[in-house]
């Protein structure tokens, strides 16, 4: 089963950027549908982006214009450019990688932005 790892996380003012990776631990994650997920406390998880293995992408209403994901196959890696962010994204950001029924979430980065 594939594990995967976030990082990228950490404080940042608003209107500032990031961009968050998700590493996988094997081969071929362009087989897989891959999200970016977030929980802000007290909130419950929320999808912000996917692409699926066709790299079709999705975005929350939330974070269009704003966030873009991509992958680099090569890395087996999926990345969240996220640009102009906002306090209101403050959360905790997990991958999760999905093929068929089956499913592996990351640990989660935690990504703070200031006012």
């Known amino acids: 089963q594939v594990q995967l790892v976030e990082s990228g996380g950490g404080l940042v003012q608003a209107g500032g950027s990031l961009r968050l990776s998700c590493a996988a631990s094997?081969?071929?994650?362009?087989?897989?549908?891959t999200s970016w997920y977030r929980q802000a406390p007290g909130k419950q998880r929320e999808l912000v982006a996917d692409?699926?293995?066709?790299?079709?992408?999705n975005y929350a209403d939330s974070v269009k214009g704003r966030f873009t994901i991509s992958r680099d196959d090569a890395r087996n890696t999926v990345y969240l450019q996220m640009n102009s962010l906002k306090p209101e994204d403050t959360a905790t950001y997990y991958c999760k990688a999905r093929l068929g029924t089956s499913s592996t979430w990351g640990q989660g980065t935690r990504v703070t932005v200031s006012s």
């Open positions: 692409i699926t293995s066709g790299g079709t992408t």
């Open positions: 094997r081969s071929f994650l362009s087989f897989y549908t």
